[in-house]
């Protein structure tokens, strides 16, 4: 069983940026492959970024150039760092971790984060 918790989410202004982290207990986290979504309001949940076990990294168009994921298998943790954030970014941000290679779609993944919320004012 894995449980995971994110934070850092927050309001902040278009151009801005935020660091969204996720701390995992349980399970083997060096072994997952560890992704973010976002879900916003009447919207299904949507891929933003993953990193493999292998330290491979998977971006969504719309987040390419602006987003980074990265992973600390030492402390457990994977990070989130956001900038030139716009409007359209404002969502719910999720953590996951998934045993799937690339972790590209919500059914890769086993287990979830309660999710933090991200607001862009324009």
């Known amino acids: 069983q894995v449980h995971l918790v994110e934070s850092g989410g927050g309001l902040v202004q278009a151009g801005g940026s935020l660091r969204l982290s996720c701390t995992a207990s349980?399970?083997?986290?060096?072994?997952?492959?560890m992704g973010w979504f976002r879900q916003a309001p009447g919207n299904e949940r949507e891929f933003v970024a993953s990193v493999s076990r292998t330290f491979i990294t998977n971006y969504a168009n719309s987040v390419k150039d602006r987003f980074t994921i990265s992973r600390d298998n030492a402390k457990n943790t994977v990070a989130l760092q956001m900038d030139s954030l716009k409007p359209e970014d404002t969502a719910i941000y999720y953590c996951g971790a998934s045993p799937v290679l690339w972790g590209l779609a919500p059914g890769d993944y086993d287990y979830w984060g309660q999710g933090t919320q991200v607001t862009v004012s324009s």
């Open positions: 349980g399970g083997s986290f060096s072994r997952n492959t």
